[in-house]
């Protein structure tokens, strides 16, 4: 059990570092509000220090060349291992700092550690091709690494979201500031210490912790950034994208979702409801993907609610750290304000309380952020809730009567990154998934993702793709090479 409140330093070009200022903010367990780090708030100053050693690690020295491409895989599965040699204080740490239960904080390390042996394997495998043209040249197309890259994370996936970024950019040869979310930076940093443990080498991992406002605005608007990869939520996403316009930047963007999970009157209910229930409030429903708008077939509408809503009141909220815990407290009072107001607007716009709807009393829960997982009934394509991401444990549940209602129902949306289907039909399933717009789709689960395949979202749930041999591409240049075979002249003057 980690009990001591540490103080943490920033990673710049392979040193510790204070901010120029010495400002710094405390990180506390938003389950009890106890204080568990200290990191230090950076200025513009610091991140330009941070650029300048990951653009010097870039330019000059041999990191991203393709002679150094297996020393990268080696080094890459070495942190995977040291990563896995101490899951269990990565694990606790990301519980203590974001809330979530301890059992998905472990599943999160190990997927962390297999991401990055996953990218290892690629780091050997950059491949480009050769073209058959006319005019008598060999012609060939080669892939580079882009070069230094600005990677923006946020606190739901403290480690697992850094690692789904540091993973494919180490394996492609770029170099990286990564700035981790002001409420989540601890594990991120300790990820960072690794780093050093294994000899990445000084200045090709670059850590800053500071404010979006700050830290985050001067990385992705620093002219020697080539690409930025973001994660959050989609009003900031905006504005790193127009950074990004403003630079002629490469970027890609992982933003947020509303994501319907349709269930036909032939799903096997036994098996399907609790899937729902997971679908909507793993997490604590704060998931980019988190299957928040339930459409049920009117004939097992009420079966369905009934089914799931007894699920969602039997999970048991506490400290993630405790036996049992399958619900912790959201990232913030911030957060929890805005959950509550949202369940507020759906009783006021007379949505059907299922259950929760309120704060959970007990002493216990007196100093976190914990909220009851809510279900709502009866929410149309006109209420607030169906259509604004709340992040947070809400589901709202509609009902449809046909399939072209179900499609119509699941599309109606401005995001498009994940969406569930349950029934028993492989022929309706197929139906169905072809027709909704969305980057992921799962039938009779809902969660589960690979790193082998690709994450990322239609519409405005994003651009680009992460994961799978399409991550690798996010953190690649194309370079075009025609080598002239003739030995004539030109002859054009
Ligand atoms: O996220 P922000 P917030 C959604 C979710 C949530 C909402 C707001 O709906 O309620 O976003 O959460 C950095 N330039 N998601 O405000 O601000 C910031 O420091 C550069 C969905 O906490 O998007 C942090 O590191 N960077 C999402 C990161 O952006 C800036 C996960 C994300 O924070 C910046 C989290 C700026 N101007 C929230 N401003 C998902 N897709 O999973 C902030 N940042």
Redesign the pocket.
């Known amino acids: 059990m980690l009990n001591q409140m540490k103080t943490y330093q920033m990673y710049i070009g392979g040193q510790w570092v204070l901010a120029s200022d010495n400002q710094t903010r405390k990180i506390t367990d938003p389950a009890n509000g106890n204080l568990i780090g200290v990191v230090p708030e950076a200025t513009v100053m610091e991140v330009n220090e941070a650029v300048a050693a990951a653009r010097n690690a870039f330019d000059n020295t041999n990191w991203g060349s393709a002679d150094n491409a297996l020393n990268r895989a080696q080094l890459m599965m070495a942190l995977a291992n040291k990563l896995r040699e101490n899951a269990a204080k990565f694990a606790e740490l990301d519980t203590l700092n974001c809330g979530k239960p301890l059992v998905e904080s472990e599943g999160d390390v190990a997927d962390s550690a297999n991401c990055l042996d996953f990218f290892a394997g690629l780091a050997t495998k950059t491949m480009g091709e050769t073209v058959a043209v006319p005019m008598n040249m060999q012609s060939m197309v080669v892939r580079e690494p882009i070069g230094v890259v600005a990677q923006?994370?946020?606190?739901?996936?403290p480690l697992l979201?850094g690692v789904w970024k540091i993973a494919p950019a180490l394996a492609a040869g770029c170099t990286i500031v990564m700035?981790?979310?002001?409420?989540t930076p601890l594990s991120i940093l300790e990820l960072a210490k690794l780093t050093e443990e294994v000899g990445i080498p000084a200045g090709v991992v670059n850590i800053i912790t500071?404010?979006?406002?700050v830290?985050?605005?001067a990385?992705?608007n620093h002219p020697d950034i080539d690409k930025i990869a973001?994660?959050?939520?989609?009003?900031?996403?905006m504005?790193?994208m127009t950074?990004a316009a403003k630079g002629i930047k490469n970027v890609t963007l992982?933003?947020?979702?509303k994501n319907p999970v349709v269930v036909f009157a032939d799903a096997n209910l036994d098996k399907s409801a609790e899937w729902i229930a997971f679908a909507g409030m793993a997490n604590q429903g704060?998931?980019?993907?988190a299957g928040s708008r339930i459409l049920v077939e009117k004939s097992v509408y009420n079966e369905v609610i009934e089914r799931v809503a007894k699920i969602v009141t039997h999970i048991k909220l506490g400290h993630g750290l405790d036996e049992g815990v399958r619900m912790g407290p959201v990232?913030?009072k911030?957060?929890q304000d805005?959950v509550m107001s949202y369940i507020e607007k759906a009783k006021a716009e007379k949505c059907r309380l299922i259950c929760g709807g309120s704060l959970p009393k007990g002493e216990q829960f007196a100093k976190g952020n914990f909220i009851e997982p809510t279900i709502f009934a009866d929410v149309e394509p006109h209420h607030t809730l169906f259509k604004e991401?709340?992040?947070?444990p809400v589901m709202s549940f509609t009902s449809f009567d046909t399939e072209d209602e179900a499609v119509k129902l699941a599309n109606d949306t401005e995001y498009g990154?994940a969406a569930g289907v349950f029934t028993e039909s492989v022929t309706k399933a197929h139906r169905v998934v072809k027709q909704i717009r969305a980057g992921i789709i799962w039938v009779n689960n809902y969660h589960p993702t690979f790193n082998e395949l690709p994450w990322g979202g239609y519409k405005k749930?994003?651009i680009g793709r992460e994961l799978g041999k399409y991550g690798i591409e996010a953190y690649l240049e194309t370079k075009q090479i025609n080598i002239n075979l003739d030995e004539g002249q030109l002859g054009w003057y």
């Open positions: 923006i994370v946020p606190w739901n996936y979201m700035k981790p979310s002001e409420l500071g404010i979006g406002e830290a985050g605005a990385l992705v973001f994660t959050g939520g989609t009003d900031t996403g504005k790193v950074a992982e933003l947020g979702g704060q998931v980019c993907s990232i913030s911030e957060q805005k991401e709340v992040f947070g990154l749930s994003g």
